[in-house]
């Protein structure tokens, strides 16, 4: 368990969590530009340690709350470039993605 989840939380109570905390964060900025920095400060401290199976979810969060685009991988590039935990986030999405389509092809 990470400091962002409680006790018996489930997936889509941690993701509601979340969104709470960025819609907290744009109200409480200053500026929107300050919005986006606090905004990706909170991605990580969701994402980080435990919650890398997420990231792409908080991603979409953060686009549809700070009405910014996705790129094509569905990463929200202002919060996740450069971040550490990106590549194990990347590493598990292409892991599932893989799972998806082996399942398909034996149905």
């Not at 368990?1 to 960025?22: H, N, S, W």
């Not at 991603?59 to 550490?84: F, H, N, Q, T």
Request: glycine share 6%; with cysteine.
């Amino acid at each position: 368990m990470t400091a962002t989840q409680k006790p018996g939380v489930d997936r889509e109570q941690l993701l509601e969590q979340f969104r709470a905390a960025i819609r907290e964060d744009i109200a409480k900025a200053s500026t929107p530009h300050n919005g986006r920095n606090t905004a990706s400060i909170t991605l990580r401290h969701f994402v980080h340690p435990s919650h890398y199976d997420l990231a792409f979810d908080f991603m979409r969060i953060c686009s549809e709350e700070l009405g910014e685009p996705l790129d094509e991988r569905g990463m929200w590039k202002y919060g996740a470039e450069g971040e550490l935990w990106l590549p194990e986030a990347l590493a598990l999405r292409a892991e599932a993605m893989k799972a998806d389509v082996e399942s398909s092809a034996a149905n």
